[in-house]
């Protein structure tokens, strides 16, 4: 199976959902953090992923160093382009921007990169910073010039086109002139002159959906559909993300809103994640469902559980 799924910033504890064989692949769209350290601790979570047994197909996102400027890195053929590998961690492959690959008989383009807003932190406090964490002219020129007026089944990119960019879940108090937007100007062209069925990104810490346009985060869903995974929990009951808010449940008698039994049980957050009534759904025995809260009020750069 093939899976896709938003940042994940060197937490991978998703992927654990995922049933461990080397016939199975993640999508990551950028911002995996496997290349942030560049040191031992890179080498540790690389050792870790590798031998989870599953492939890991990453985009370059903001938050790592691109692949071709590692010396362990090489360039190979697969998927019917060029990919990264490191020939001690042969089940990270890093995709190459620009490159058209067939991936689950789909044609996909890769476009990764983007813009740190957090730069002149990063750069204050010692933190890794990429000078060239977005394309270049020549790597977006070439780009255009390939595939424009092509069908395309798929693009996968790390932010988006200017004219999807979420502004609602823009920092605060962060001065958006102040923000290069080159990379989601070029990515607007890319939408103007390729024909495509469906475009991933990430970047943005949200998920929604957008004409065709998908942003990722926490979740994963099945690649080219719109089915989320795991479908069904460890017992075997179905997950219906975002079915009812917390108010239409959690009143003075707590009842599944479906069937009304009473033999359910409330689901809780981590603890830390959330602001407000740590409650993220609920599971009912009798529907042998799970149904998630959609109103969640989620920190900042919190992935939902459900």
Not at 75 to 95: Q, R, S, T
Not at 194 to 219: A, L, N, P, V
Not at 233 to 244: E, H, L, M, P
Request: aromatic fraction near 12%; charged fraction near 30%.
């Amino acid at each position: 199976m093939i899976y896709v799924t938003g940042d994940m910033h060197r937490d991978f504890y998703r992927l654990n959902s995922i049933e461990k064989n080397n016939d199975n692949m993640v999508i990551i769209l950028g911002d995996a953090g496997i290349n942030y350290c560049l040191n031992e601790e890179d080498s540790k979570i690389k050792k870790h992923l590798n031998n989870m047994n599953i492939k890991l197909f990453c985009i370059q996102g903001n938050h790592e160093e691109r692949p071709e400027n590692i010396s362990s890195y090489k360039e190979v053929d697969m998927f019917g382009g060029k990919v990264f590998i490191e020939d001690e961690y042969p089940n990270l492959i890093f995709a190459k921007n620009g490159e058209l690959y067939t991936i689950d008989g789909k044609s996909v383009l890769v476009t990764g990169g983007a813009y740190s807003v957090d730069k002149e932190y990063r750069l204050a406090y010692g933190y890794s910073w990429f000078e060239d964490e977005q394309l270049s002219k020549s790597e977006k020129k070439e780009i255009l010039n390939k595939y424009s007026g092509k069908h395309i089944d798929i693009i996968l990119s790390h932010t988006c086109p200017l004219k999807y960019e979420p502004t609602e879940v823009f920092m605060k108090g962060l001065d958006q002139s102040k923000v290069d937007k080159s990379m989601e100007i070029f990515l607007d062209k890319i939408e103007e002159n390729i024909d495509y069925d469906k475009w991933y990104c990430g970047h943005f810490h949200t998920e929604k959906q957008i004409d065709k346009m998908e942003f990722m985060f926490g979740r994963i869903k099945l690649f080219n559909t719109d089915e989320f995974y795991p479908k069904y929990n460890r017992n075997g009951y179905q997950i219906i993300r975002d079915a009812y808010s917390q108010d239409e449940v959690m009143k003075e008698e707590v009842v599944c809103p479906k069937c009304h039994s009473k033999d359910i049980s409330v689901m809780k957050g981590d603890g830390f994640r959330i602001d407000g009534a740590d409650f993220i759904g609920i599971t009912c025995n009798k529907c042998k469902k799970v149904y998630g809260f959609y109103d969640v009020n989620y920190k900042p750069n919190c992935p939902k559980e459900l």
